[in-house]
């Protein structure tokens, strides 16, 4: 509870001016309040949509940060769900660590609770990269039997446990996306059923295809090692090259760990990264269509001029023919059609489902 109090602090005494009435003490500058962002997400089709990253790194592998500071940042980030995913076979601190590999989630659960921020057990195995490749185990119950030098039983071990396994950053320190045979493998295996396609700053739109034709689940994570501010900027701030961190939107009816992980086994998630949206069709249709209405203004009998309204944090880029346009996050623009059509057909350019192809998405003029 202690970390609670200091949180609860903050707010009490930068909301009372507590300061200003002790001639004794004076705290200077004033304290703000912590503020938590979050992306902005319709209800899509009776689903809510958790804000997930499923990939970050404490001290307890190579990162720089407590995994206390993960779970904060995490919920002031917007984060409904976080999973710390240190290295088993890369830890540079661990001599000052300890050896156990649950340390990370043991110490950041209790905050995790007092925060609402659901933190989902994982590790990454962490092989040669262009042959074995690095690997997210999420949903494990413990991380230390999975330290095995094979890299087969290792996964194996996780799998066993329950744990859902994604294949990280395809194209990370290499000049372009591979599969290789063992990673083939584990697919064909069934152990590994997701595959980020997007990766810090990296985005792998041969990825995007393999999630379609290997139906695997698509991911989007930070992968942070030092702050998401140093990685990615403060919200509005105007700095950042992103509005938001890198995440996995997961489908849900239930905000429960049982319910996202049979989400990812149903594989009913986006990947969101700067301002662009990748995975199924139809997720992003749904999503598209949830987020953005349009509606007649006004006109006469040749031309109409219609409101596009976009309810949702995601700004969308879309053309029309042979025309681009640009609807902000919770915006409107004006657009001039023919008074006689009743849908549009938006070729949505910031949202992806297969390498260099986007979702042409019909909308209703008639809201
Ligand atoms: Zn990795
Ligand atoms: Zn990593």
């Known amino acids: 509870m202690r970390f609670l109090s200091l ?24 304290k703000k309040s912590v503020n938590r962002v979050e992306l902005a997400l319709p209800q899509v089709d009776g689903y809510t949509l958790l804000r997930c990253d499923f990939h970050t790194h404490t001290m307890f592998s190579d990162g720089l940060v407590w995994p206390t500071y993960r779970v904060m940042e995490a919920w002031k980030s917007g984060l409904d769900v976080l999973a710390i995913t240190d290295h088993i076979e890369y830890r540079p601190y661990r001599k000052f660590t300890n050896g156990d590999l649950n340390a990370a ?4 659960l209790p905050v995790a609770e007092e925060m609402g921020v659901m933190l989902i057990r994982g590790v990454e195995v962490t092989r040669k990269q262009g042959v074995l490749g690095h690997f997210n185990a ?22 066993d446990q329950g744990a859902f396994i994604t294949y990280n950053h395809p194209a990370w320190a290499l000049d372009t996306c591979l599969l290789t045979d063992f990673q083939k493998a584990m697919i064909d295996k069934g152990y590994v059923k997701g595959i980020e396609v997007f990766n810090n700053d990296e ?9 379609k034709d290997k139906k695997l689940t698509v991911f989007g994570a930070s ?6 501010t140093d990685d990615f900027g403060v919200h509005g701030s105007g700095a950042s090259r992103s509005s938001f961190r890198p ?11 049982e319910a996202v992980k049979e989400a990812l086994l149903n594989r009913l998630t986006l990947a969101y990264f700067d301002d662009n949206v990748a995975g199924d069709e139809k997720l992003l249709t749904s999503l598209f269509l949830a987020s953005v209405k349009a509606g007649k203004i006004s006109g006469n009998e040749k031309q109409s001029v219609y409101r596009f309204r976009n309810d949702s944090g995601i700004p969308y880029h879309f053309s029309i023919g042979s025309k681009k346009y640009d609807l902000d996050p919770n915006s409107d623009i004006l657009i001039n059609l023919a ?23 019909s909308i209703s003029l008639e809201m």
């Open 7 to 30: 949180f609860v602090g903050f707010l009490i005494a930068s909301s009372t001016g507590l300061y200003s009435q002790n001639l004794n003490k004076q705290n200077f500058p004033e």
């Open 105 to 108: 989630y043991e110490i950041a």
């Open 138 to 159: 999420l949903f494990i119950k413990d991380a230390n039997p999975i330290d095995n030098p094979n890299p087969e039983l290792a996964l194996k071990n996780a799998y």
């Open 203 to 211: 985005f792998y739109p041969r990825a995007l295809s393999w999630s």
């Open 223 to 228: 992968d942070v090692h030092g702050s998401i």
């Open 247 to 257: 995440m996995t939107l997961v489908f849900v009816k239930e905000k429960n760990p």
């Open 339 to 361: 008074s006689d059509v009743k849908t549009v057909d938006l070729l949505v350019l910031n949202m992806h489902y297969y390498e260099g192809k986007h979702p042409l998405i």
